[in-house]
């Protein structure tokens, strides 16, 4: 079982720690499924086959998003860096140039004055994308 190759002993994990790791092991394996159905669908000549295995990839990235969740709800540090990068719009790494606060004004403007919160660890409490000043 995949859980089980701890790189420390279990007993100086903490509970949190533990959990976290089962949680992305969980995580691992349901991307690694997403992968293979993809895969095996691409590559086979049976239409109906291959309705099944996007079906079954599909049942895979529900139980991958589920666990994002769980891991969103219990660890403060990715729930950070989750809400500061997912369901943008703009350029990936503008929004993390946003985010450490080195966004540049054409930046700003392309990120449509979306605010959030960034990343713990990521030594900006907070960030605000464009001017309030009115033209």
């Given at each position: 079982?995949?859980?089980?190759?701890?790189?420390?002993?279990?007993?100086?994990?903490?509970?949190?720690?533990?959990?976290?790791?089962?949680?992305?092991?969980?995580?691992?394996?349901?991307?690694?499924?997403?992968d293979w159905y993809r895969q095996r669908a691409d590559d086979t000549e049976d239409e109906e086959l291959k309705q099944v295995l996007?079906?079954?990839?599909?049942?895979?990235?529900?139980?991958?998003?589920?666990?994002?969740e769980w891991i969103r709800r219990n660890n403060k540090e990715f729930e950070g860096f989750l809400r500061t990068y997912l369901f943008?719009?703009?350029?990936?790494?503008?929004?993390?140039?946003?985010?450490?606060?080195?966004?540049?004004?054409?930046?700003?403007?392309?990120?449509?004055?979306?605010?959030?919160?960034?990343?713990?660890?990521?030594?900006?409490?907070?960030?605000?994308?464009?001017?309030?000043?009115?033209?």
């Amino acid at each position: 079982m995949s859980s089980e190759n701890l790189h420390v002993p279990r007993e100086v994990l903490s509970r949190e720690g533990r959990l976290l790791h089962h949680a992305i092991t969980s995580l691992k394996e349901e991307l690694d499924a997403v992968d293979w159905y993809r895969q095996r669908a691409d590559d086979t000549e049976d239409e109906e086959l291959k309705q099944v295995l996007l079906h079954n990839m599909r049942e895979e990235m529900e139980h991958a998003a589920m666990v994002l969740e769980w891991i969103r709800r219990n660890n403060k540090e990715f729930e950070g860096f989750l809400r500061t990068y997912l369901f943008t719009e703009a350029p990936i790494v503008e929004v993390e140039h946003a985010a450490e606060g080195k966004e540049t004004a054409e930046e700003a403007g392309r990120l449509g004055g979306r605010s959030g919160t960034a990343a713990p660890g990521s030594g900006v409490d907070e960030f605000t994308i464009g001017s309030l000043k009115g033209k």
